[in-house]
């Protein structure tokens, strides 16, 4: 069907599908956006490259992504040596891009992709499903992107592309397996991983969530929403549930020498280990035995302010305190001793700490400077007496 001719999509029939991947791929070719992790179109993808930015895109923009790709491919540029690095390297390396078990994951994944692999990914979906922290889109993203398979990966781009072509009106998330059929039927058996990623770019430059440009679009013609004017309100999404607020209290300890103790948390669960200032746990009331989760006894000032952090399934609100402590000062936390360590000024910006713990950090070193200055003579909140 030549352009102009296109029907409307009809989620009810196939007749008319069959227009919507040349006129996209003839625009991919065009208009794709030249990415680090993108081979040119006549270049084979190497699959360590795709199964690396496919990690760390998810749930991340490829703006934040861009430097950590190149700073990850500089320092390992293959599966084997990334398989021969430290977790905690790879934790430090990967901090800032949030959702840990993705760093933790790829770490696992790459050492069994380099052992018991001989260091050659899969090239089925199935296969690839086995492997730490490959889900269904990461599988099939990598399948058709590195390896040239029929493969239909879903992300948000392509869930917002579809949903409108075919104008779904069931409200997401329940509509993920009907517009991942929808996916399905449209993927051409040639140069499925080009459509994909044709997909996501129309759906990261023209087809954006909320000014569709339906007027510069390859598959206007087609489209039901763009007919139906429903273009900017689709897709339809189920009320979210109110984030919870978590409250806790982290203690920063400084060292004569400006060191800052710090621990590692536990290898499972949220931040899994990645380095924290030592805290009360987060939950929904504060703390009351704030005195007991100090890691080493010392005058402890309670700092204005608060630290706030947004996690997927909660707000985190944490109050600061800080204590100046001696060069010989042992960590005491008495639940996980071994945990706890100094860390140099100097160390900090390689060390593996989320953003929430280098707020912290920051601004417990920031409130010395006011409380020096604004403090009154008396005011100093004393958690634990001096060792
Ligand atoms: S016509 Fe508009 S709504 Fe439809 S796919 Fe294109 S940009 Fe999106």
């Not at 990334?82 to 934790?91: F, S, T």
């Not at 296969?127 to 269904?136: F, M, N, Q, T």
């Not at 000014?211 to 598959?219: A, K, N």
């Amino acid at each position: 069907m030549q352009k102009g001719q296109q029907a409307i999509l009809d989620r009810d029939s196939l007749s008319h599908d069959s227009s919507v991947a040349p006129e996209l791929l003839a625009w991919y070719d065009r208009e794709r956006r030249e990415l680090p992790w993108r081979a040119a179109s006549s270049v084979k993808q190497d699959p360590y490259k795709v199964w690396l930015s496919e990690i760390m895109l998810q749930q991340t923009t490829v703006k934040a992504v861009t430097p950590r790709y190149d700073t990850f491919l500089r320092r390992w540029p293959d599966v084997t040596s990334l398989a021969r690095a430290e977790l905690g390297e790879v934790l430090a390396a990967w901090a800032g891009l949030g959702y840990y078990a993705r760093a933790r994951n790829l770490h696992a994944c790459a050492r069994a992709v380099a052992g018991e692999l001989g260091g050659a990914f899969p090239e089925s979906e199935k296969d690839l499903r086995k492997l730490p922290g490959i889900g269904a889109y990461t599988a099939a993203a990598i399948a058709a992107i590195a390896f040239g398979k029929r493969a239909t990966p879903v992300d948000g781009n392509i869930e917002r592309v579809v949903a409108r072509l075919f104008a779904v009106a069931t409200p997401l998330p329940t509509a993920k397996p009907e517009i991942k059929a929808l996916a399905e039927r449209l993927t051409p058996a040639e140069r499925a991983g080009d459509f994909a990623q044709g997909l996501m770019d129309l759906g990261a430059t023209i087809c954006t969530p909320r000014s569709p440009d339906c007027g510069h679009c390859p598959l206007g013609e087609g489209c039901r929403a763009e007919a139906e004017g429903l273009a900017e309100v689709l897709p339809y999404r189920a009320t979210k549930i109110a984030r919870p607020t978590r409250r806790g209290v982290a203690f920063v300890a400084v060292r004569a020498d400006g060191a800052v103790l710090l621990r590692e948390r536990p290898l499972k669960g949220l931040l899994g280990g990645m380095l924290e200032t030592p805290s009360t746990p987060w939950e929904e009331t504060a703390p009351s035995d704030i005195e007991d989760h100090a890691p080493v006894a010392a005058i402890w000032d309670k700092l204005p302010g608060l630290v706030e952090h947004t996690f997927t399934h909660f707000y985190l609100k944490l109050l600061v305190y800080r204590a100046e402590v001696s060069q010989g000062a042992m960590a005491v936390d008495a639940a996980r001793p071994e945990q706890c360590r100094w860390l140099k000024r100097d160390e900090l910006a390689d060390a593996a700490l989320p953003s929430v713990m280098r707020k912290v950090i920051a601004h417990a070193l920031d409130a010395r400077v006011k409380s020096v200055a604004k403090a009154k003579p008396g005011a100093r909140a004393v958690a634990r007496a001096s060792a």
